[in-house]
């Protein structure tokens, strides 16, 4: 965990994230700090400790493979931006 | 009838009333209508209500069930079907749950009735309710301060008087901060008490649904009917709901209650150290043992909830795309184009921030160096709960370690609003359960402002909390004081 090395627009590349100039210098200032705030975390000696996902004692919730009743199509497509024939329109996605 | 001291009244008193045919569920929300509609525009606690369908529900109630007639105000990030739920993002404007939360449905059967939707920071991403996409809310003790946060719609609805009680989500405090800064009483419950499915996800490590209400009581009540296992979350563990309420003796003699020596830190508003340990001597009078204890990770917990929240919350708000619901960019070429202006038009800058935060902690190269790290320290985290419910009940510290501050006094400094969070995120590293109820006032600026108490419990003890939290609650006032 060397001094932190963000780079912003590569990362909001990645979360499907655009951004303006002015927004990828402010989140570069405030994340460094941020980032320089949780270097801390590397002084923690951790050696033999197993990492938490989550604090619930439960693991591996079967439930029998049926199908259960769900949406109507009209119900599944009630908050779509735009629809068309029972199915959702999106934008194309092979030239 | 006269119904002038209707919206003061606890749910446990709205009941009594109620069931003695002494009012109507039909003037309940008639009466919190008009109160709502006198008293909201200076607060901004709701971004919207359903008057109209909270009528038939009413109507239709039946008083004899736990809740029955009992209108209940639901922060904006859980699902109740047909009405908005919009995280307060512009991502989601326009969008309508198709379906009920478990913990709604569950209120339903119980016969509440949900009835509008609670402002609150952008998908329960702050500590001041300032990063709404739909404005701040205000807190009912002095306007020119925040009500905390995330939930901040909660728990000011509940302290103006403008809801009988509420539901929150308590993620890294997002229940018991703002509820401390309100003067009202916000129960975190252990992780896997309440499901939440139809709770738009956060960080699925740590949220939890919770109840806001102006009683101890009220608080046993909602968690009762809210509690138990669920099919649809997978992390709800099948353990016996006590009757959380009927466990409320008054009694807590020879309980040992733990002084985490890490909460009382330098940088403690001194008004707000000064009521906890009255707070605590209060306990000793009420025979309880107070006993010094240690969580020696105390300090690491904001760091690893910045990391491990934002990397689930990076991955949870990947299905905010534009394709199936919400918000949708409008001449956009080509897919990329598509997802990245969708979500720039959509997220706010504090969602946007963490989305970056938590993508950066996940991409190659710098997983094991932060987000792995940060899931070892959170296990050395539990770890000391877990050490010290060896020998306490419960731990009593502050929930938050100022007052209500001002509008905008945090907005420029990520991480100075981050840190608003210390006494309260470990809790939901540990998976803990937590309360935070009134202990006192600070004056500041001639304005009274609340201070919250907050105690910790191990998991599934809530029974024990509550019974602990009541003791306190019954043998002071402070509960019963409200904003003028």
Known sequence: MSAPDLDVRYIARLARLELSDEEVARYQSQLSNVLTFVEALRKVDVSGVEPTAHASPVFNVFRQDVAQASFTPKEALANAPRQANDLFVVTKVVE | MDTA???????????????????????????????????????????????????????????????????????????????????????????????????????????????????????????????????????????????????????????????????????????????????????????????????????????????????????????????????????????????????????????????????????????????????????????????????????????????????????????????????????????????????????GPEVKRRIILGTYVLSSGYHDAYYLQAQKVRTLIRKDFEDAFQTVDALICPTSPVPAFKLGEHTQNPLAMYLQDIFTIAANLAGVCGVSLPCGFAQVDGKDLPIGLQLLGPSFDEARLLQIAHAYEQTTDWHTRRPS
């Open chain 2, 5 to 347: 001291d209707l919206p003061f009244l606890t749910v446990t008193e709205l009941q009594r009333r109620l069931r003695a045919r002494e009012l109507t569920p039909r003037e309940v929300v008639d009466t919190l209508a008009a109160r709502i509609e006198a008293v909201d525009p200076a607060i901004h606690a709701y971004l919207s209500t359903d008057l109209d369908q909270a009528r038939r529900d009413a109507d239709a109630a039946d008083v004899s069930l736990p809740l029955g007639g009992v209108p209940i105000a639901i922060k904006d990030v859980i699902s109740v079907a047909g009405q908005p739920c919009g995280c307060a993002s512009h991502i989601l404007d326009g969008y309508v749950a198709p379906y009920d939360a478990t913990c709604i449905a569950r209120l339903r059967a119980a016969g509440a009735i949900p009835f509008g939707r609670l402002n609150m920071d952008e998908f329960a991403m702050g500590s001041s309710t300032e990063n709404s996409s739909k404005g701040a809310t205000l807190n009912p003790w002095d306007t020119t301060r925040v009500p905390g946060g995330s939930s901040g719609g909660s728990a000011a609805s509940v302290a103006a008087r403008t809801a009988f009680a509420s539901l929150g989500t308590d993620t890294g405090g997002s229940i018991r901060q703002p509820a401390a800064l309100c003067g009202v009483v916000g129960l975190k419950p252990s992780y896997g008490r309440i499901s939440r499915y139809g709770l738009v996800a956060f960080a699925s490590s740590l949220d939890q649904v919770g109840p806001f209400t102006k009683t101890v009581e009220d608080a046993a009540r909602l968690l009762g009917v809210m509690s138990g296992l669920d099919p649809h979350d997978s992390t709800t563990l099948d353990a016996p709901v006590p009757d959380y309420a009927a466990l409320l003796t008054g009694d807590i003699k020879g309980l040992k209650l733990g002084l985490p020596k890490e909460y009382f830190i330098s940088g403690i508003d001194p008004q707000v150290e000064a009521a906890v340990r009255a707070a605590v001597d209060h306990y000793t009078k009420l025979g309880a043992e107070i006993v010094e204890v240690s969580l020696p990770h105390t300090e690491y917990a904001v760091a690893v909830y910045y990391i491990v929240a934002t990397a689930e919350a990076s991955a949870n708000l990947a299905r905010f795309d534009g394709v199936r619901y919400g918000h949708r960019a409008r001449d956009t070429s080509g897919l990329l184009d598509f997802y990245g202006k969708t979500r720039a038009e959509g997220f």
